[in-house]
C-alpha cells in the first residue's frame, strides 16, 4: 500500500471534513453551510491529508498562534483535527503525517508546536511533552459561600452577545499574554469560533449567556456560560460555565460569586480551569468545590534554541543541557542555556558536557513552568548532576500556571 501526504484541493475540502468527522467516530453532515463554517473555522493551506489512491485516509491540521510562554510570546503551530480512519489504523500514517507537520512548522520558523490530545499516550513518541493540567471543578450554589474577607469591588453586567462581540475580545487582549499556553485571538477567531454557537452544539442548554464585571466604567472580566435547564418538582438547574477571564483575582472571584449566586440553579460546573484556581481559597469550604486534575496542553519543541532564548526565568544562572529527541535526532544535542540577573536568556549548541540530560518529550513538559523539574526528575525522565537540576527546578518555574482557555 502506498500512502501519499498531500494538501487537499480545495475541491476536496468536502471529502477531508468526512475524514475528519469520522475519524473521530461522529456523523458527517456536508451541507454547504456546514462547509462554509469549516473553511473559516480553519487555515486550508496548513491541512494535510493521507491518501490511499483517490480515498483520503488520514487527516492533519494546523493553526498559526502566536502563543504566550513565561515572559513572551512565540509562533506556534497548533496541531488539530488528526485522525486515522480504523480501516487504516497501525500503518505508518500518523508518523507520516506527523513528520510532514513539524518539517512544515519548523521551515515557517515556528520553535513550538501545541496540541491537546485525544488519547495521552499518542503524542509522546513524537516528542510532545504534557506542559499544563487543567481541572474540571464543580460546586454546589449553596455550599458557594465566600469568606468575609474577600472584596469584589464593582458590578457584573449580563449583557447581550452584540455588545459582547464589542467589549469582550479587548479584555482577553490584556490578559492572555500573562498565561503561559494561553494564545491571541484574531478577529476571524472570534467571530467564527469562539462566539459560534449552534444548537446542535448545546447539549440541552441555553444559548450562550455573557457577563463582565465592571468597575468604575472599567470592564475587568467576563464570562460566558450557559444554564442547563431541569425544573422536576423543583428547580434543579446547572449552571454550566465555559470560560472566565479577568484582569486581576478580584475580577475573577466576583464573576464566580455572581455565578454561585444565579437563582434557581444548585451546583455549577467548568470542565477547563486552571490548576492554581483560587476559588476554593476564597471559600468558606474548601473541599465543596470538587476537582479533578487531568492533562491540559501538549508542547512539542522544534527549535530548542529558539525557544528556550525566548521565555524568561526566575533566577539567572548558567546550565548546560543535554536533550535526546529520538523522532527529529537533528535536534538532539548539548544546549547551553545563560540566564542573566533579569531572567532574560540566551542558547545555543555546545560541545561541552551536558549537566542535566532529558527527552525531548521531557523538555516540552517543563517549558511553560507548570511541570516541576525535580517531579519529573524523581520519576526518573531526567538525570544529571543534583546542583544543576536544583538550579534548572528554580529557573523554569514560573508564578502562573500554564493554562489553555480552550480546545482547538
Not at 502563543?67 to 506556534?76: D, H, I, K, R
Not at 519529573?376 to 502562573?400: E, K, Q
Request: aromatic share 10%; hydrophobic share 40%; with cysteine.
Amino acid at each position: 500500500m502506498s500512502i501519499d501526504v498531500r494538501v487537499p484541493s480545495e475541491t476536496e475540502i468536502a471529502a477531508f471534513r468526512t475524514a475528519v468527522v469520522e475519524g473521530f467516530s461522529d456523523e458527517a453532515k456536508n451541507d454547504p453551510e456546514r462547509i462554509d463554517r469549516f473553511r473559516k473555522a480553519f487555515e486550508l493551506d496548513r491541512f494535510l491529508a493521507a491518501y490511499d489512491g483517490d480515498d483520503i485516509v488520514g487527516t492533519f491540521g494546523a493553526f498559526s498562534f502566536d502563543m504566550a510562554v513565561p515572559g513572551g510570546t512565540l509562533p506556534t503551530a497548533g496541531t488539530t483535527i488528526v485522525t486515522v480512519l480504523p480501516t487504516h489504523r497501525r500503518q505508518g500514517i500518523l508518523t507520516a503525517m506527523m513528520d510532514r507537520h513539524l518539517s512544515d512548522a519548523a521551515e515557517k520558523g515556528e520553535p513550538l508546536a501545541a496540541l491537546w490530545a485525544s488519547e495521552s499516550s499518542i503524542y509522546g513518541r513524537f516528542g510532545y511533552g504534557m506542559a499544563s493540567y487543567m481541572n474540571d471543578v464543580s460546586i454546589e450554589s449553596d455550599r458557594g459561600a465566600f469568606r468575609p474577607t474577600v472584596e469584589a469591588p464593582g458590578r457584573v453586567r449580563l449583557i447581550a452577545v452584540d455588545e459582547a462581540k464589542q467589549v469582550i475580545p479587548p479584555i482577553y487582549e490584556r490578559v492572555w499574554r500573562e498565561r503561559p499556553g494561553s494564545f491571541g485571538r484574531p478577529g476571524p477567531w472570534w467571530e467564527d469560533r469562539w462566539f459560534r454557537d449552534d444548537p446542535e452544539d448545546r447539549g440541552g442548554a441555553t444559548a450562550w449567556k455573557y457577563v463582565v464585571h465592571d468597575v468604575e466604567g472599567e470592564y475587568k472580566g467576563y464570562a460566558r456560560y450557559r444554564v442547563k435547564l431541569d425544573w422536576g418538582p423543583f428547580p434543579n438547574n446547572e449552571v454550566k460555565l465555559g470560560e472566565i477571564q479577568g484582569v486581576d483575582a478580584a475580577s475573577r472571584l466576583a464573576l464566580w460569586r455572581y455565578l454561585l449566586d444565579i437563582d434557581l440553579a444548585v451546583k455549577v460546573t467548568c470542565w477547563n480551569q486552571p490548576a492554581d484556581l483560587e476559588v476554593p481559597w476564597a471559600l468558606v469550604e474548601h473541599r465543596r468545590m470538587g476537582q479533578r486534575r487531568t492533562d491540559g496542553l501538549w508542547v512539542r519543541i522544534l527549535d530548542v534554541e529558539k525557544a528556550l532564548a525566548g521565555r524568561s526565568y526566575r533566577v539567572p544562572g548558567s546550565l548546560v543541557l543535554g536533550v535526546k529527541d529520538d523522532f527529529r535526532p537533528e535536534t538532539s544535542g548539548a544546549y547551553r542555556l545563560e540566564i542573566d540577573q533579569s531572567g532574560a536568556a540566551t542558547c545555543s549548541r555546545t560541545d561541552d558536557a551536558a549537566q542535566i540530560f532529558m527527552s525531548m518529550e521531557t523538555l516540552g513538559s517543563v517549558y511553560f513552568g507548570g511541570i516541576p523539574v525535580h517531579e519529573l526528575t524523581n520519576a526518573g525522565l531526567i538525570s544529571g548532576d543534583r546542583t544543576a537540576t536544583d538550579l534548572a527546578d528554580l529557573a523554569f518555574g514560573w508564578g502562573v500556571s500554564p493554562f489553555c482557555p480552550e480546545i482547538f
